[in-house]
């Protein structure tokens, strides 16, 4: 089978609803898309379009209140909460825009954390992990404490802790919101790079210079898909749009 | 002014929006303050004070006059209860006209009180008895009549419930006994101040009171306040007074006669109010203290935003200190009401174990309002600590969202381990002090150390955090954690030290205190044997006794003893020598002369060796005589108590082991006792070969006593530890266990509050929902455990000194005596955050926070 032609994340009439009556917002409504292996997916939307409720569905730290999400051919649904647990130590890596370190804990231990929390021993834990920080390019960064970093410092080792082990789907949620353009297109090419390895990546921003890294860009507006494009650049996407 | 409106305007919002850290301040402080405050209201109501107690020491009389000293003049403080004595002179007593007209022709009542013994229904019993004319106006109040009629002659009286429940009925004749009168019960009534005990009261003559059962002569008297001048006037005629008058508006202080104005020990006290105030404080201040931490944390973002904008630190500040004013005042009034409350409920509990009627409803307003001061200024000590960091935050760090402590500083480790120091030196030079002045150096010792122990937490903790290395995830992040958080983690573990510390120090003086009276006991017979003692026996008695005892112990060899007794007694001196045998000695056995034939068994601290000899000199027809120095000879003069025979027979000279306190000066043959002329007879009984129960030997002391009640049963079983010190112990581990889990519970949930971005990344990276239990177990096992090894270290200082003062007193040569508990240091140290942190992890929610973003 084609690794780049299988699909990792699949998300199928996916609702969410959030509150009940007068309040009830729908979050996102009836979403369905695939992500492959080796592809990376940008997720654009205005503000409250639903974007960011999409990546926590994805990672099964929400649920939906209809359709299916499905990791690698599991559906989510049907692992209990420490099923989902073991699926994002073990399948998923996430990126946040407040990059989401551990404060107390070093840059390799942090790099280190999902494999430990896997039960992996420390020492081969840390050895992958100082590997995973080789790879983002900043292996003396090892026993630095997050707050002796600066935030392309940290965000890289964020990536590293989203794709230590054989993680196959990294969640980027506006991974260069807090990072200056330079530091930001770094850590772009990093996940390009990653993706184009064989992991298969979701990027949620709201800037079309980055969407233009993906392979294919979903536009959500109000919790909808409005649009989904494969390979016309997002450029053109957005300019029609407007 | 204004400034502080402001801040504490935002404090009181801040409290209100922050309701479970508010709830979690209140709750600490007000607790406290509520207990106190009930205890002290419950005291104060069942304190009957001067001014309270005189309408039922009076009834409605200006005073109350009686001459205890037969005349011989005295002198009194204000109330003479509370203080008086005879100043010589001959007796010469007052008449009852002479008392009058130094009263200004006041009007007299006799009233006579003591207490007199009456059959019950179980055999004696005594009861209160007061002989006052009980319908005159001037008695009103001393007694109140719930049902019958007040006596009007001198055969009858009015009792209470009380000598009713021992067998009596209104109507029935109270009996006092042969040669008393037998008065009619014609009433019920309760005495004014008594409540439980037996009570009777009727005319003067009724209940046979005089000079023989103690009652002195008394009268209240009718006819105008009387002055102190009186009372003075009074006392120098050999009487006491009671005067409403002086109670109720007291001379001033220097009135109090010289030989009276004793030191009422006052200082002491205080000083130890002092202490327990200060420990209290410390102890409440380091609970609360991590909540304001917490607190001063979130309000970290705005108080950078407010310098940024122009706030100087010293607003900053002010905002946080209006917290703990805030919080602190709530927290006092709440208290202080609600332990009103809990005290006028407490009241009719309390009052069915008392055995006098409480005053009326007392609330101590200004302690309570001392009290309150104490639950304010604990709040606003808390968050002193919390503000000046606030003031000194780095802006530009909370701005860009860096969350940690500054770095500890070098200067205040330095200062606390020189505190210590000073601690160490204050116990050291408390222990060489001895008891007196020592105790209360010491216990300054304890608090210097604690103080110097709390500046020195930053260190330790930084120091744990670094050697956490290789930790398991759980246990290295809450180590880290902490020592990122150092305001809130130091004031927890130093809660908890404080805690340990005290209870360790409190630990090592009991079980020393244990140790020396094992190590200072003295056996007053042989082990496992028993004996029955007494005086003033009839030969029959002691028969009687050793039948008894037979009886109630089948198997035991019961063999009476005979000794030099009746008027005689027998004086010993080594021939040519003119020191004592002897220079302290307790007789054990009746007589310090037994007779026999042997050192009988029962007599402790006695060589196989020297009773072999003894034995010999005795068959010998000599005598063994008792030293607690060597002495060569082998003869001894005997000198027969009054009738001056004197003579010269064999002897051996035996040393009583050094453990043992002499119980006997000699044994003597029957020979040498015959020669000398001397009453021999039975003094004792030894009781052998029985292994007597703790039941049979309650059986036989009540045999005994029903025989003749001078004498008495004793079963020597060795040194019996006490009860109380292992209950102590456990009620002090309890405490420390109370209070260990309040402060790791109160810092773990914070820090867990506070830890909640750090939670959800590790949820979004895949830890499993338990992860948080162990993380807040982690977290409590490190509070629990540093704190409790720092404390015990600390605790070691006064607890090592206190054992001097304590077991070493200066009038012996004995001790000191040191025993480390060790049982309970290592349950306090390794069991304790142990047991707290399995506590910890089994009330953590199990759910991690799914919200992946920075609140």
Known sequence: MNPLSSTVLHLDTVTRIHGEGATEVRALREVSFRVAAGELVAVMGPSGSGKSTLLTMAGGLDAPTSGTVSVEGVDLATLGNAGRARMRRTSVGYVFQDFNLIPALSAVENVALPMELDGVRSRAARAAARAALEEVGIPELADRFPDHMSGGQQQRVAIARAVVGERRLILADEPTGALDSETGEEILRLLRARCDAGAAGVLVTHEARHAAWADRVVFLRDGVVVDETGADPADVLLESRR | ?855
């Open chain 2, 1 to 855: 002014m204004s400034s502080w409106r402001l801040a504490i305007r935002l404090a009181r919002r801040d409290a209100l929006r922050a309701r479970g850290r508010s709830i979690l301040v209140l709750v600490m402080i007000a607790l406290p303050v509520l207990a106190v405050t009930a205890a002290d209201v419950v005291i104060q109501t069942q304190e009957v004070t001067g001014v309270e107690a005189l309408d039922r020491r009076l009834g409605t009389a200006d005073a109350q006059v009686t001459v205890p000293a037969e005349g011989r003049p005295m002198v009194q403080r204000f109330d003479p209860m509370d203080g008086a004595t005879t100043v010589g002179g001959k007796p010469d007593p007052p008449t009852e006209a002479e008392i009058s007209a130094a009263l200004g022709g006041a009007r007299l009542v006799e009233e006579r009180v003591g207490s007199v013994s009456y059959a019950t229904d179980k055999g004696i019993g005594y009861v209160e008895v007061t002989e006052v004319d009980l319908r005159d106006p001037v008695a009103d109040g001393l007694f109140e009549l719930t049902s019958g009629r007040l006596p009007e002659t001198a055969g009858e009286v009015v009792v209470n419930d009380a000598v009713l429940d021992s067998g009596y009925a209104l109507g029935d004749t109270l009996d006092l006994g042969r040669q008393n009168p037998a008065p009619t019960i014609v009433g019920i009534a309760d005495s004014a101040s008594l409540r439980t005990a037996p009570t009777a009261a009727g005319p003067i003559g009724s209940l046979g009171l005089d000079a023989r059962n103690g009652a002195s002569p008394g009268w209240l008297a009718e006819g105008g306040p009387v002055s102190w001048d009186a009372v003075e006037a009074l006392n120098t005629m050999g009487a006491l007074v009671l005067s409403r008058a002086v109670i109720e508006d007291p001379p001033p202080a220097s009135e109090i006669p010289e030989e009276l104005n004793w030191d009422s020990g006052d200082d002491s006290m205080v000083a130890a109010v002092a202490l327990i105030v200060v420990m209290a404080l410390l102890e409440v201040v380091l609970l609360a203290g991590p909540a304001f931490a917490v607190t001063a944390r979130r309000q970290a973002r705005s108080l950078a935003l407010m310098s940024a904008t122009g706030g100087t630190p010293a607003q900053s500040r002010r905002v946080v200190l209006a917290g703990g004013l805030v919080l602190g005042g709530a927290a006092a009034v709440l208290g202080v009401v609600l332990g009103i409350g809990a005290g006028w409920l407490l009241l009719p509990v309390v009052q069915r174990w008392s055995s006098h009627w409480f005053g009326p409803f007392d609330v101590p307003w200004p302690h309570v309002a001392g009290i309150a001061m104490f639950g304010l200024a604990s709040a606003v000590l808390a968050a002193v600590v919390p503000a000046w960091i606030a003031a000194r935050q780095d802006v530009v760090a909370v701005l860009a969202g860096r969350r940690a402590d500054r770095p500890p500083s070098v200067r205040s480790p330095i200062l606390g381990v020189v505190l210590l120091g000073i601690g160490v030196a204050m116990a050291a030079y408390g222990a060489a002090a001895g008891s007196g002045s020592g105790e209360f150096l010491i216990a300054g010792s304890a608090i210097v150390a604690v103080l110097g122990m709390i500046l020195v937490v930053p260190v330790v903790v930084a120091g744990v955090a670094r050697a956490a290395g290789r930790l398991p995830l759980s246990t290295r992040y809450a180590a880290r954690d902490a020592a990122r958080h150092r305001t809130r983690t130091v004031p927890a573990i130093a809660a908890v030290a404080a805690t340990v510390a005290g209870v360790v120090t409190l630990g090592i003086g009991l079980s020393s205190d244990e140790a020396e009276n094992e190590g200072t006991y003295t056996p007053s017979l042989a082990m496992g044997q028993a004996a029955v003692t007494g005086y003033d026996l009839r030969p029959a008695a002691w028969d009687e006794l050793a039948r008894v005892v037979d009886r109630e112990l089948p198997g035991a060899t019961v063999t009476p003893m005979t000794g030099v007794g009746g008027e005689d007694w027998v004086d010993l001196q080594e021939p040519g020598g003119s020191a004592p045998l002897l220079d302290e000695m307790s007789v054990g056995f009746g007589s310090s002369m037994l007779v026999g034939r042997s050192v009988p068994d029962l007599v402790p601290g006695i060589a196989a060796a020297d009773r072999e000899r003894a034995a010999a000199v005795l068959a010998d027809g000599g005598v063994v005589a008792f030293t607690d120095h060597d002495v060569a000879g082998d003869e001894i003069e005997l000198m027969a108590g009054e009738r001056g025979t004197t003579i010269r027979v064999p002897a051996a000279y035996v040393r009583f082991q050094d453990d043992t306190y002499p119980t006997l000066a000699a044994v003597a043959s029957p020979e040498a006792v015959e020669r000398l002329g001397v009453d021999v007879g039975t003094v004792a009984v030894a009781v052998a070969g029985a292994d007597v129960s703790t039941e049979q030997e309650q059986d036989v002391t009540e045999a005994v006593a029903a025989v003749n009640p001078n004498a008495g049963f004793y079963v020597e079983r060795g040194y019996q530890a006490e009860e109380n010190t292992r209950i102590v112990q456990f009620v002090l581990a309890a405490l420390g266990a109370i209070l260990m889990l309040g402060g790791t519970l109160t810092a773990t949930f914070l820090a867990l509050s506070d830890a909640r971005p750090d939670l959800a990344t590790l949820s979004a990276v895949g830890a499993s929902p338990r992860r948080r239990r162990s993380i807040a177990a982690s977290y409590a096992l490190v509070v629990g455990f540093v704190g409790a090894l720092l404390g015990a270290a600390v605790g070691f200082i006064p607890g090592i000194a206190i054992t001097y003062p304590l077991t070493a007193p200066a009038y012996t040569d004995t001790g000191p005596y040191l025993d480390v508990p060790w049982a309970l240091i290592v349950g306090l140290v390794v069991g304790l955050p142990l047991l707290t942190a399995a506590i910890v992890g089994l009330c953590t929610r199990a759910r991690l926070p799914m919200v992946a973003r920075l609140d």
